[in-house]
C-alpha cells in the first residue's frame, strides 16, 4: 500500500463531496472542515452506481454520514457501514493532509 496525492489541499471544497480516482477505485473523499476529512467507496454498495460524492452529508444520532443520493441508505464516513443494514459497507480509506496536499492510502 502506498499513499497516492488526489489534490492540492487548497482544491478541496469543505462540507461537500469530491471523487478522485486512486489506484484503479474512486474514492469519495469528504473534508468537514473541524469535524474531520473522510474517504471511503465512491460506489454505493446497495446500487452499484457510484455516486456517494454527491450524497448529502448529515448527523445521524451522532455519526456522521454520508446519503446515497439513490434511495438514501447512511453510510457512516468513519467505518463505510450503512445505518439501515450493516450488510452494506462503502470500505473506508485512510487519508490525511501533509505540505498542503491530500493523500489517500491506496489499496492493494
Known sequence: MSWVTVCNE???P???GVAAWVAGKAVAIF???????????NVDPATGVSL????LICDMEGVLCVAS????????LET???LEDEALVASPYEIKKEA???LVLAKS
Open 69 to 76: 443520493p439513490l434511495y438514501k441508505q447512511h453510510y457512516s
Open 52 to 55: 456517494l460524492a454527491r450524497g
Open 10 to 12: 487548497s482544491t478541496l
Open 14 to 16: 469543505q462540507g461537500t
Open 31 to 41: 473534508d468537514l472542515g473541524k469535524h474531520g476529512l473522510y474517504a471511503i467507496d
Open 80 to 82: 463505510g457501514v450503512c
Open 100 to 102: 498542503g496536499q491530500v
